[in-house]
């Protein structure tokens, strides 16, 4: 993720530019930034997050497994409860 803080004609235009001493601030920066070529601040952030899944499924392919595999684990429960019923049954 980056974030370059510059400065575009939309920023100008928001609402704390109003405050006079916002708006030199700001109209200072984007001077220097615009017309002499100064280069915004860069901030890089890492972030590590662990997830489950597969990057490379869409989410709907993700969820269509996940409810394979459900239905994947239900039918061995019921397999097994099946045998267990087959066990139980008096012997002639």
């Not at 803080?5 to 001077?31: C, R, T, V, Y």
């Not at 915004?40 to 997830?51: D, G, K, L, N």
């Amino acid at each position: 993720m980056w974030e370059h803080f510059g400065l575009d004609l939309p920023d100008m235009e928001k609402l704390f530019n109003i405050l006079p001493q916002a708006s030199e601030i700001f109209a200072h920066w984007f001077i220097l930034q615009h017309l002499y070529g100064y280069r915004p601040f860069v901030t890089q952030a890492v972030i590590e997050r662990e997830f489950s899944g597969n990057i490379y499924y869409t989410r709907q392919e993700n969820i269509k497994a996940q409810q394979a595999e459900q239905a994947a684990k239900q039918n061995e429960a019921q397999d097994a409860q099946q045998k267990v019923n087959l066990n139980n049954l008096p012997k002639w």
